[in-house]
């Protein structure tokens, strides 16, 4: 079944022939998203460019009981936004207006489809920022971050975009307006602004967003560890928690991902490391070196081969660089590039490691890591080649026995990219069938006709 002319012309009337894509050349382009074993051409696309028009493409979706799909930049490493040839996309990525900055309760209404580094920018004059930075935070969307409560490397001191949510504006998929939360972290009833977030379309279109700003911190001190064993430097991670520091960041990158880096970007990293972190602190000036000698000390407790310091703000944004361009040097690497995310407990992280690369090795497949250590949260990237059918069969089996694993040892099957189309299978091995329905009848309240983001999250 495909989208009629009739809803393509209203569709067309609400908001601009311009703004609406019918024609299967165009629709190429939203296809995929960053999750590459799955490819859709969209019955439409359409962009609306406020709440207003929003609210009556969704009404005129329903009139023609077509469902739709909701999309920002389309950067999901789940499938999130897949949409089939009898639905139409709806991206967001023409509501682009930071709407109000309002210092007094440090907060900034924004619409859906802002770039989440723009917010930073925008508000760097008034000496704030947006917390919560993905490591896709240059082109994805505040609206995208929302739907799958986005982390990032800072997530492990300031946590996810949920923490940093005081209020949404969302479109229910009857078309209706919903005003949710407000410009203070309060909630009073159920607190709805918290279903929404993560839901991943699911439940209707969010269009603005109320996000917290935050002063930037006074100091900084950013070290890379060098180690001989991956071991060592999971053991150096749980060992930092133990203790009772909370880094604003702590992620571990392997020697496969290294080389890849120093291939695509030659930064400088030791090509021969087993593994590197990368430990920073922040806050005020006083107290920081204390920290961090506490740090170092754990780290040559647990055999570091050197620490690099990012003394300057140079420095530190050129490593920072490297760890977020990752993704840029993988697709270099291999035809195919699939991003893993499973949560262990932290004291699990030399287990999961270890377990990632026998898995690998039983499947005969390419794998390198970059990740959230501190928050347990892993990234295996397998790299290998989707025309090969055993080789995609191969990344299906490993990918399932590393989330399997994560929750035997008391993790789960996403910290951050979401389940959209990829992970409604690992979902069952989270939930049993009393949460997952219950969950589906939160669904039903917001979408009884089930046209929002359809079969996403639940299979
Ligand atoms: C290089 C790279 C690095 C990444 N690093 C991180 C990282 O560090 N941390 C992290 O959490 N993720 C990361 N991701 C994954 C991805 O960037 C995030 O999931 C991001 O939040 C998606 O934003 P988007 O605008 O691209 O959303 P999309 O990919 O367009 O959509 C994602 C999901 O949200 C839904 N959605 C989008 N907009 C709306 C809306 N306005 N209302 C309702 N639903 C909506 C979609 O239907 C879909 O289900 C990375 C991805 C890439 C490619």
Redesign the pocket.
């Known amino acids: 079944m495909s989208v009629s002319k009739s809803l393509i012309h209203r569709l067309e009337r609400i908001c601009g022939s311009q703004s609406v894509l019918s024609d299967p050349d165009e629709l190429l382009v939203y296809e995929s998203?960053?999750y590459p074993l799955v490819r859709a051409l969209p019955g439409g696309v359409v962009f609306p460019l406020s709440t207003e028009a929003t609210s009556q493409v969704l009404k005129a979706l329903q009139d023609h009981e077509v469902a739709f799909?909701?999309?920002?930049?389309?950067?999901?490493?789940?499938?999130?936004?897949l949409t089939g040839s009898d639905a139409v996309m709806?991206?967001?990525?023409k509501?682009k207006r930071i709407l109000e900055v309002d210092l007094d309760n440090e907060c900034a209404i924004v619409e859906?489809?802002v770039?989440?580094q723009e917010i930073s920018d925008a508000v760097a004059e008034y000496g704030y920022f947006y917390a919560?930075?993905?490591?896709?935070?240059s082109?994805?969307?505040?609206?995208?971050?929302?739907?799958?409560?986005?982390?990032?490397?800072h997530?492990l001191k300031y946590g996810?975009?949920g923490h940093h949510v005081f209020g949404l504006t969302?479109v229910l998929p009857c078309g209706e307006v919903l005003p949710l939360g407000g410009r203070t972290q309060t909630t009073h009833g159920y607190d709805l602004t918290s279903v929404?977030i993560g839901?991943?379309?699911?439940?209707?279109?969010?269009?603005e967003v109320t996000v917290k700003l935050t002063r930037p911190p006074a100091a900084y001190r950013t070290v890379l560890a060098v180690y001989d064993r991956m071991d060592d430097a999971g053991n150096t991670v749980r060992d930092i928690i133990a203790a009772g520091i909370v880094p604003a960041a702590l992620e571990m990158m392997d020697q496969a991902i290294v080389q890849i880096l120093e291939d695509a970007y030659a930064y400088g990293f030791p090509r021969d490391a087993e593994a590197v972190l990368v430990i920073e602190l922040d806050g005020i000036e006083a107290g920081l070196d204390r920290q961090l000698d506490r740090i170092l000390t754990i780290c040559r407790e647990n055999r570091v081969r050197s620490i690099d310091d990012a003394a300057s703000a140079e420095q530190r944004a050129a490593l920072w660089k490297a760890r977020?361009?990752?993704?840029?040097a993988l697709g270099r690497a291999a035809p195919t590039c699939i991003?893993q995310?499973g949560v262990v407990p932290r004291s699990e992280l030399p287990h999961i490691l270890r377990f990632v690369r026998q898995v690998a090795d039983k499947h005969d497949l390419r794998v390198a890591s970059n990740f959230?250590a501190g928050d347990g949260n892993i990234?295996p990237n397998f790299l290998f080649d989707q025309r090969d059918p055993r080789q995609v069969e191969a990344v299906q089996r490993a990918s399932h026995e590393i989330l399997a694993e994560c929750v035997r040892v008391g993790g789960s099957v996403t910290?951050?990219?979401?389940i959209?189309v990829e992970k409604t299978e690992a979902l069952k091995l989270m939930f049993n069938d009393a949460d997952l329905a219950a969950q589906r009848q939160v669904k039903h309240v917001f979408d009884p006709t089930g046209r929002?983001?359809p079969d996403?999250i639940f299979a």
């Open positions: 998203d960053a799909v909701p999309r920002g930049s389309g950067t999901s490493l789940a499938g999130g936004c709806v991206c967001t990525s509501m859906a489809g770039i989440t919560p930075d993905p490591a896709s935070q082109t994805c969307t505040i609206g995208g971050n929302v739907a799958t409560d986005a982390g990032g490397p997530t996810v975009t969302v929404f839901s991943e379309g699911t439940l209707g279109l969010v269009t977020k361009t990752a993704f840029g991003t995310d959230h990234h910290g951050e990219h979401g959209g929002a983001n996403k």
